[in-house]
Every structure is written in structure tokens, then in C-alpha cells.
């Protein structure tokens, strides 16, 4: 049982430039969230999922979009990359995020804007 | 929005010693309040978890009060040891799936 990957887990991106962070799960949960997490900060929540096309805005969802077309993943798409976009990028998902029940994490994805 | 504000920000203690994190949330329609452990250069993991309809919660060495009237909740380590340094975050849920963390609390426990 893989739980949540991320793909890749280190990416430099020049300024300007777009990426895709993948994260796909296998424990058919429906909620499925990103989060960013700053150096020597807390998680802040950028999008999140309760199921498949279904797609709503976090605490900091400026300069990143998000897309829901099956069950299994849940793509970050980062347009016009800025050195302020320089982050951990985690990836979790649940069964139930309204009820309550444990968020499993990806193993993150490490980005660099420069 | 919702908030979740977690206090202290880094709290030290020696080992064998009680440490006390505590959190508030602002939203009184959140049901679910999960705590995790994040050791550096790795993914958080739940460590404990509690529901709304419990005040509180016990596994081992940690725990979970929730007071639901004042909004907040506190983990409650005992017995501490050298691998309990980290980081811990408090979270709190809402009906509409969002799952918001607190600012983290960097723990060490010296030997």
C-alpha cells in the first residue's frame, strides 16, 4: 500500500517558469488537500478537494491553481513561478475531512524558485 | 476564516519532565482536532486524535483535553523522552472538509 505519493520530491524552477506537482493516492479517500510549509513555519492550507471535480480555496491560494478529475489525484499547478513560492509542498488526503479521520501525508515535494 | 492558534512556539524541557502544548480554534462548528509529530526532514504523522463528543483522550504517555465552551485543546505529554524532540502541530477541521494547523511547537527534550 503506497498511501500518498509526490512527484518529484526536489524541483529548482527559474522565475517565471511553470511546474505541475503530482500527488496521487491509493487509499480511495475522498478529501485530498495541499499545504505549503515554510522554514520553521506551520502548514498553511493553498486548495483542497472533498471529491473528484470538486475543488475549493485554502488560506493562501494566490499563484497556484488545482484540478480534480479522478479520485486518485489531485495535481498543483504553479503558474509564473516566484522566489516567494519557495516551500515544502505537501500532499494529504482523507477519508472524511467534514466527520474527522486521520489526513495521510506525502513525503513532500522540496521547491526552489531562483 | 478559521484560525488555529498553537502556543508556545518552542518549549524545552528535561527529560522525564511533562511537556503542555496548547491550541485554540475559531470556528464552533469544527468536530475534529488531530495532533501531529513531524521530525525533521520528514512528512507529519498523527499521533492523537479527538472528537468533539470526548474531552478527552489518552494513548500511553500523551493526551488530549478538548474544552468545546472556551475552544480549545491541549496535548499533554508525560514522561518525556529524548525522541520526543520535534515538531508538533495541532489541527482543527470544519463541515465544509477544510483542515486548518496551528503554528507548530518545536519541542526538545534535553537528556
Known amino acids: 500500500n503506497a498511501g500518498v505519493t509526490q512527484t518529484p520530491k526536489f524541483r529548482i524552477l527559474k522565475i517565471g517558469q511553470s511546474m505541475t506537482l503530482q500527488c496521487t493516492q491509493d487509499?480511495?479517500?475522498?478529501?485530498m488537500y495541499w499545504y505549503r510549509q515554510d522554514p520553521g513555519m506551520g502548514l498553511k492550507l493553498i486548495y483542497y478537494s472533498v471529491g473528484a471535480g470538486i475543488t475549493d480555496k485554502g488560506e493562501v491560494p494566490n499563484g497556484y491553481n488545482v484540478s480534480r478529475s479522478t479520485t486518485e489525484d489531485f495535481p498543483l499547478r504553479l503558474e509564473l513561478a516566484a522566489p516567494s513560492q519557495t516551500s515544502v509542498y505537501f500532499c494529504?488526503?482523507?477519508?472524511?475531512?467534514?466527520?474527522?479521520?486521520?489526513?495521510?501525508f506525502g513525503q513532500g515535494t522540496r521547491l526552489t524558485v531562483v | 476564516g478559521e484560525n488555529v492558534e498553537q502556543h508556545p512556539s518552542t518549549l524545552s524541557v528535561q527529560e522525564g519532565d511533562s511537556a503542555v502544548i496548547k491550541c485554540t480554534y475559531s470556528?464552533?462548528?469544527?468536530?475534529?482536532f488531530p495532533w501531529y509529530k513531524q521530525e525533521l526532514g520528514k512528512r507529519p504523522q498523527l499521533i492523537i486524535d479527538?472528537?468533539?463528543?470526548?474531552g478527552e483522550k489518552k494513548d500511553q504517555r500523551i493526551a488530549v483535553t478538548l474544552n468545546k465552551t472556551a475552544k480549545h485543546f491541549s496535548l499533554h505529554i508525560t514522561e518525556t523522552q529524548p525522541e520526543d524532540s520535534a515538531v508538533y502541530f495541532c489541527?482543527?477541521?470544519?463541515?465544509?472538509?477544510?483542515?486548518?494547523f496551528g503554528q507548530g511547537t518545536e519541542l526538545s527534550v534535553k537528556p
Open positions: 487509499m480511495n479517500h475522498n478529501y
Open positions: 470556528d464552533s462548528a469544527s468536530n475534529y
Open positions: 489541527a482543527a477541521n470544519n463541515q465544509g472538509g477544510k483542515l486548518i
Open positions: 494529504a488526503s482523507s477519508s472524511a475531512g467534514g466527520g474527522g479521520t486521520e489526513a495521510f
Open positions: 479527538i472528537r468533539s463528543n470526548v
